[in-house]
């Protein structure tokens, strides 16, 4: 099993800047990937940005591309996201994905999520 926690979220006005945070603990043999998702209010859970543990090679949605990063500190166990140019679209629920692969299949664990809010 793997246990993500988030931390980081919170009000910021647009053009402001956040950096979240998810601390990976527990077991992460076969992990794929980690990565960031959101959640706004009536919306269906989507890819913010994610990285693979081999190559470290990372994937974007369009919508944050050249204004949010993904990163990971793998000597702490943490994935960071640095979000810069807020935006009051971006306001959602973050969750912190990581994939396991078992078995030949990918099993996705989550954390409980941060909220963030962009004011216009």
């Known amino acids: 099993q793997v246990q993500l926690v988030e931390s980081g979220g919170g009000l910021v006005q647009a053009g402001g800047s956040l950096r979240l945070a998810c601390t990976v603990s527990?077991?992460?043999?076969?992990?794929?990937?980690i990565g960031w998702y959101r959640q706004a209010p009536l919306n269906q859970r989507e890819l913010v940005a994610e990285?693979?543990?081999?190559?470290?090679?990372?994937n974007y949605a369009g919508s944050v591309k050249g204004r949010f990063t993904i990163s990971k500190d793998d000597a702490n166990d943490m994935v960071y996201l640095q979000m810069n140019a807020l935006k009051p679209e971006d306001t959602a629920v973050y969750y912190c994905?990581?994939?396991?692969?078992?078995?030949?299949?990918?099993?996705?664990?989550w954390g409980r999520g941060t909220q963030v809010t962009v004011s216009s």
């Open positions: 990285v693979s543990t081999l190559g470290d090679n990372t």
């Open positions: 994905n990581a994939k396991i692969r078992r078995l030949g299949n990918l099993i996705d664990f």
């Open positions: 527990r077991t992460t043999w076969g992990l794929h990937s």
